[in-house]
């Protein structure tokens, strides 16, 4: 079973994260938000199939839902759980529909693990001295790394990779965590964790 990703528009819940951001509300707003669903569903839909079926198969993990709410709104971080997305970087520019997909898929992988309980899995072997942060993103990146090339191309990967590596002064991890995917293998790591998947069962 592959779920399908539902892009909801809440208009309370929009403003409340600009709230707590200290952001003002712009009457365009919602508006905005709901133009930007129209057209990122239509992008989405030609690899959603495909995409959540390969992370199922990738990782041996299974979609425990047959829905996903995912909440886009215009600033805030983006989080897996619920599923939020944002629509606007730094100064109110509107994301390219490619970045959007490429975070999007991140936090469905992060979804993905939330859901069949990673952490509890035998899999952190040699990651013991990394933060937790670092451990997060491990096979998360790893994971990616396998779905850009399959389904996204290598330029989009690369700057994912260089974003992290800018972006590590604020979110520290991002970036040491793709140097461990490069370092044991995007492959390797998948097959370790598909493994202990399978002693699980």
């Not at 997909?101 to 952490?119: C, G, K, R, V, Y």
Request: net charge positive; aromatic share 12%; glycine share 4%.
């Amino acid at each position: 079973m592959t779920p399908k990703i539902e892009f909801v528009y809440s208009s309370t819940y929009d403003s409340a994260l600009l709230y707590l951001q200290k952001m003002k509300w712009n009457d365009g707003y919602g508006e905005a938000v709901l133009s930007y669903i129209k057209g990122i569903e239509k992008d989405w839909r030609k690899t959603e199939k495909k995409v959540l079926k390969e992370m199922s198969i990738a990782t041996g993990f299974k979609w425990r839902r047959k829905k996903i709410e995912c909440f886009v709104v215009n600033h805030s971080i983006c989080f897996s759980r619920p599923l939020t997305m944002k629509i606007r970087g730094k100064h109110e520019k509107v994301l390219p529909k490619s970045l959007f997909i490429d975070i999007l898929t991140h936090e469905l992988i992060h979804n993905l693990f939330e859901m069949n309980d990673i952490w509890k899995l035998n899999v952190w072997k040699g990651f013991e001295n990394e933060s937790r942060q670092v451990r997060a993103h491990i096979y998360v990146h790893a994971l990616h790394k396998r779905l850009y090339l399959k389904f996204f191309g290598e330029e989009r990967l690369i700057a994912d990779i260089k974003k992290a590596s800018m972006l590590d002064k604020i979110r520290p991890g991002y970036s040491r965590a793709w140097e461990i995917v490069e370092q044991y293998g995007h492959e390797n790591l998948l097959r370790r964790l598909r493994e202990a998947v399978k002693k699980k069962k």
